[in-house]
């Protein structure tokens, strides 16, 4: 069992809670969490349906804020910032790898890696040469001027992992990455986050998968919308 | 969020990217992006195009008028239609009617501020050149006439004060007379004859404008009516030949008609004055003629009808124009709403990716704009090409007036923007999660 480490968090809950208003009833998606992320963390988040999974990935995510309750990143209080302010966060310290990919399908492979550069006002030149480098670490290098419809799902995949690196975030947010793949597309993308990992990435896997648990070294586990269970907190 | 943040919150290479982007988008649905165009595209043609035809139509109009010589007043006489006076007068044998020169006394004793008064008496009947002749009319006259009618004299010279007083057989003929009289030949020094009068011809004058518009369509049934075909001698020169009493031989019998004066020029020296100057001469033509044998154009009335005519030519165009481009522009609007539903997860996906509302609103604008804009260029083309090829084959004056392109394409951009802003704020204000969960 991995140990917690000494430094300072990148990511912080204290007492987060989501809840939603549904007509009369109001239903509790996060309750009362509380937990420290640290960097270089290789977290699988899992749970059953309904157990508070996706609230957690757009808490964590800055696309939704919590309704009680602080969140912390790299150490900046994000639950009340503004709604352009939290745009500028999302693409600058966090990197996300959905499920279905989510490529923009209009643009190459090279332009779908340069969207969070652009939106971060690097120079075309620059932004360029960094989508270039990551699409050939991703191996995809010699696909640079192919549109999603060209590539298969592992290859999307990886331009997906690709973008998610290009603004070099804090932390790297995994929806269901192999949801959509085949065993070996998937062994192959699970690589390249232990790689990822290898290189010191903080990297958050939310996943069904019970398989994934034995990968990853920390796993948290939530139930009804509360941490079940986190190898941290378990004594050793 | 204002609008104006939104504009000067954009650098000139986010624009750069986002006009790419926008063409990358609009390109992947090329079929729809351009039927949405259309609507623009029709507007903005039919704008330049129906503001080319009017500008022409009463820009010839106008021209016609102002050739009549906005500071005269023209009277003609008029066989009177009155039917207890026409009985009286049948039995005199002599039909006697018109204007007469006690007329122009009167007016210049009491009407001031009147310059000249061109008097002048035609005769018709045939023109003839040895065996070659012409139905035509001769036109008794003075010699400030072509001033007076802005007509030049082309060839030779017109008759002067002498030759008027000593009634001199001189004649001036009119374009299209001595191309019919003497197709072979130089008029200038031959002889014309009417009935047993013989005329030296010693100039050739433009032809009537008016006639000559209106004979352009019908060429040849102009010829044979004998419009445009005047001859003009002095005044004396004709009441010495002809006398005061014109005679019309019809089958089985015959008139006599007295007209002293066929049409009278009056000039009015100062432009403010045509107005008051010529309800005068009005009120002395009234006085003088119980019957109503003669006929006052003001063509300054026409000219200010005319321009009256334009401006509510222009307002219905307007109108028209406002139509057009409000159904473009809704066409507009209703597609990029659609697109927005379309392009809610890529919207979702941006969002995360770090794209601020403003950015979502910019680039669906870009796009709006974009389709406006094409819309309004290749309009801009159409409503040029269109007013051409009217002229090149309808024959038709159209005026292009430099101002109506540049109008109707801001315009069309303009409903881009105006339509495109609600798209592009609901496209902005969705909620992030929903919108990556949208398939």
């Keep these: 069992m991995s140990r917690r480490p000494d430094t300072e968090p990148v990511i912080e809950l204290r007492g987060v809670e989501k809840h939603y208003t549904m007509g009369e009833f109001t239903v509790k998606a996060l309750q009362k969490v509380n937990l420290k992320i640290y960097p270089g963390d290789y977290i699988s988040i899992l749970g059953p349906s309904g157990g508070g999974k996706s609230t957690m990935l757009n808490i964590l995510g800055c696309?939704?804020?919590?309704?009680?309750?602080?969140?912390?990143?790299?150490?900046?209080?994000?639950?009340?910032?503004?709604?352009?302010?939290?745009?500028?966060?999302?693409?600058?310290?966090?990197?996300?790898?959905?499920?279905?990919?989510?490529?923009?399908?209009?643009?190459?492979?090279?332009?779908?890696?340069?969207?969070?550069?652009?939106?971060?006002?690097?120079?075309?030149?620059?932004?360029?040469?960094?989508?270039?480098?990551?699409?050939?670490?991703?191996?995809?290098?010699?696909?640079?001027?192919?549109?999603?419809?060209?590539?298969?799902?592992?290859?999307?995949?990886?331009?997906?992992?690709?973008?998610?690196?290009?603004?070099?975030?804090?932390?790297?947010?995994?929806?269901?990455?192999?949801?959509?793949?085949?065993?070996?597309s998937g062994g192959d993308i699970l690589q390249i986050f232990d790689e990822l990992n290898a290189e010191g990435k903080t990297l958050i896997m939310i996943t069904h998968d019970e398989a994934m648990a034995d990968r990853t070294p920390r796993v948290i586990r939530l139930k009804d919308g509360e941490v079940a269970f986190d190898t941290y907190d378990e004594p050793n | 969020?204002?609008?104006?943040?939104?504009?000067?919150?954009?650098?000139?290479?986010?624009?750069?990217?986002?006009?790419?982007?926008?063409?990358?988008?609009?390109?992947?649905?090329?079929?729809?992006?351009?039927?949405?165009?259309?609507?623009?595209?029709?507007?903005?043609?039919?704008?330049?195009?129906?503001?080319?035809?009017?500008?022409?139509?009463?820009?010839?109009?106008?021209?016609?008028?102002?050739?009549?010589?906005?500071?005269?007043?023209?009277?003609?006489?008029?066989?009177?239609?009155?039917?207890?006076?026409?009985?009286?007068?049948?039995?005199?044998?002599?039909?006697?009617?018109?204007l007469t020169y006690h007329d122009i006394l009167q007016m210049q004793a009491t009407v001031p501020g009147i310059e000249i008064t061109v008097p002048s008496r035609e005769v018709k009947d045939f023109l003839w050149n040895?065996?070659?002749?012409v139905d035509g009319v001769v036109l008794g006259t003075v010699s400030w006439y072509p001033t007076m009618k802005n007509r030049d004299v082309v060839r030779?010279?017109?008759?002067?004060?002498?030759?008027?007083?000593?009634?001199?057989?001189?004649?001036?003929?009119?374009?299209?007379?001595?191309?019919?009289?003497?197709?072979?030949?130089?008029?200038?020094?031959l002889t014309v004859r009417m009935?047993?009068?013989?005329?030296?011809?010693?100039?050739?004058?433009?032809?009537?404008?008016?006639?000559a518009a209106s004979a352009e369509g019908m060429e040849s049934s102009s010829q044979s009516s004998g419009e445009g075909m005047e001859m003009m001698v002095p005044m004396s020169t004709l009441k010495d030949h002809f006398g005061d009493v014109l005679f019309k031989y019809r089958s089985?019998?015959?008139?006599?008609?007295?007209?002293?004066?066929?049409?009278?020029?009056?000039?009015?020296?100062?432009?403010?004055?045509?107005?008051?100057?010529?309800?005068?001469?009005?009120?002395?033509?009234?006085?003088?003629?119980?019957?109503?044998?003669?006929?006052?154009?003001?063509?300054?009335?026409?000219?200010?009808?005319?321009?009256?005519?334009?401006?509510?030519?222009?307002?219905?165009?307007?109108?028209?124009?406002?139509?057009?481009?409000?159904?473009?522009?809704?066409g507009i609007m209703n597609i990029m709403l659609a697109t927005v539903t379309e392009r809610?997860?890529?919207?979702?996906i941006r969002r995360a990716l770090g794209a601020k509302k403003k950015d979502i609103v910019t680039q669906f604008l870009i796009e709006t704009v974009m389709l406006s804009g094409a819309g309004g260029l290749l309009g801009v083309a159409l409503g040029i090409a269109i007013p051409v090829v009217i002229t090149h084959f309808a024959g038709m004056k159209t005026v292009i007036e430099f101002w109506a392109p540049a109008m109707a394409f801001s315009i069309s951009v303009m409903t881009g923007v105006l339509f495109g802003i609600y798209p592009a704020f609901r496209a902005a204000d969705m909620n992030p999660v929903e919108a990556l969960r949208h398939e």
Aim: proline letters at 3%; hydrophobic letters at 40%.
């Design chain 2, 344 to 348: 809610t997860r890529e919207i979702g």
């Design chain 2, 130 to 133: 040895r065996t070659n002749s």
């Design chain 2, 195 to 211: 009935r047993t009068s013989y005329f030296r011809v010693i100039g050739v004058i433009e032809d009537d404008p008016a006639v």
């Design chain 2, 252 to 330: 089985g019998s015959f008139e006599a008609i007295k007209v002293e004066l066929h049409e009278v020029t009056v000039r009015i020296e100062d432009p403010d004055q045509v107005k008051p100057a010529a309800l005068a001469i009005q009120h002395i033509l009234e006085r003088n003629h119980k019957d109503v044998d003669y006929k006052m154009t003001v063509p300054l009335d026409l000219l200010q009808r005319a321009e009256r005519t334009k401006q509510i030519f222009n307002i219905v165009l307007g109108s028209i124009a406002a139509i057009s481009l409000l159904v473009g522009g809704i």
């Design chain 1, 63 to 184: 696309l939704d804020q919590p309704t009680i309750g602080e969140y912390f990143l790299s150490g900046t209080d994000v639950s009340h910032l503004s709604d352009d302010d939290l745009s500028k966060v999302r693409g600058k310290e966090l990197g996300f790898i959905f499920q279905s990919y989510n490529l923009i399908q209009q643009l190459t492979v090279v332009e779908n890696i340069e969207v969070p550069l652009y939106y971060q006002g690097v120079s075309e030149k620059e932004s360029r040469e960094i989508a270039i480098e990551l699409a050939t670490k991703v191996g995809l290098g010699k696909r640079l001027d192919h549109r999603p419809t060209e590539l298969s799902g592992g290859q999307q995949q990886r331009v997906a992992i690709a973008r998610a690196l290009s603004c070099d975030p804090a932390v790297i947010l995994a929806d269901e990455a192999t949801g959509n793949l085949d065993s070996k």
């Design chain 2, 156 to 189: 030779g010279r017109f008759f002067t004060k002498l030759e008027m007083a000593s009634s001199a057989p001189v004649c001036v003929l009119t374009e299209s007379l001595a191309r019919q009289l003497f197709p072979l030949e130089e008029p200038i020094g």
């Design chain 2, 1 to 98: 969020m204002k609008l104006l943040d939104i504009i000067s919150g954009v650098s000139l290479f986010r624009l750069k990217r986002a006009v790419i982007l926008g063409v990358k988008s609009l390109w992947m649905h090329k079929l729809r992006s351009m039927l949405t165009a259309m609507g623009i595209v029709f507007g903005v043609c039919s704008v330049i195009a129906m503001l080319a035809i009017g500008e022409g139509a009463s820009y010839e109009a106008q021209q016609q008028i102002k050739d009549l010589g906005s500071q005269n007043v023209i009277l003609e006489s008029v066989k009177p239609t009155n039917n207890t006076t026409a009985g009286e007068q049948e039995r005199s044998l002599i039909l006697e009617y018109g």
